[in-house]
């Protein structure tokens, strides 16, 4: 059986068209998931309208976050493979089908991303839709990468129960927290980091339906760099060196001699007001990748902390 996991909030209509998609599919031992974070119960009603002809269960929540939600939807789910999709995703008819022969036929695999298209191109034109995955060709990957950049974003992804309930979804992570992204990258960059193989299929289809100017285009890059950033320099304390990821380490080296230099005039006495203009002029450049980067590294040494701590409490030391 497949279980589709579905996060959403105030946007019953979506998910109503969302529904509508999966109901075409041919592929029929699934289960719907549904965690609902709401301001009101229209969503509530639409899925009502739903129960008589899909294998449907509703959740509704008072707390926030994505990935609190799909750990609990993963809790209560019955598949032995799990897809995660967003409410406002249109899926291809053939999407359940394509995943499960996926597995079928990849056994070493542990989990896929599919293709992400825009969903009606020609009708938006000025707008921009963000959380695609456009690219052509497989792609498989046992070894850590940029997961957003090499393989594709939470949309369209599946995975075996059993490796997702393994590592499950920070909860410090992705929408509804201060990061704003970041949680299915942790999930694959933790498999990959683990010798696990996960793949690019772009059989298994979905459409983004989602389109906004560039000013919210803007907004929605600089919340999901806090992610981002947040994720991989984690995952950089934790001993992962991407290539790709340079960047954390210029970024890293520029802050401290910005910071170093300012320091010591400080010290000195003969830092002036253009000195300090130029690192409050840093700040607010690199503002979302710097919130990013200390939000990484403070979970990472709580992580380390309450890690150390437990292992001292199982082997009976007296700490104090």
Known sequence: MISILIATKDRPEKLANCLHSILKNSYKNYEVLIGDQSQDEKTQKVVSRYRGVLNIKFYRFNFKGKSKVLN???????GNILAFTDDDCIVDKNWLENINQFFQDNKSVKAVF??????KRTFKKGYICPSITTRR??????KPCVVHKELGVGNNFSAGKEI??????KRWLGVGTFCGSGEEDDLVLNLLAHGCKVAYEPKIKVWHDRWINKSEFKSLVNKYNVGTYACYTYHYMKGIRLKDFYYLNVFFRSFKICLRDIIKKILSFKANEQDLGVLVDFIKEKKYVLLGYFLGYYHFFVDSLNKKLKELFLRGVNIY
């Open 114 to 119: 599919g293709r992400v298209l825009p969903y």
């Open 72 to 78: 609990f939807l993963l809790n209560e789910s019955k």
């Open 137 to 142: 060709e497989y792609r498989c990957f046992s």
């Open 164 to 169: 997702v309930e393994r590592y499950g979804f």
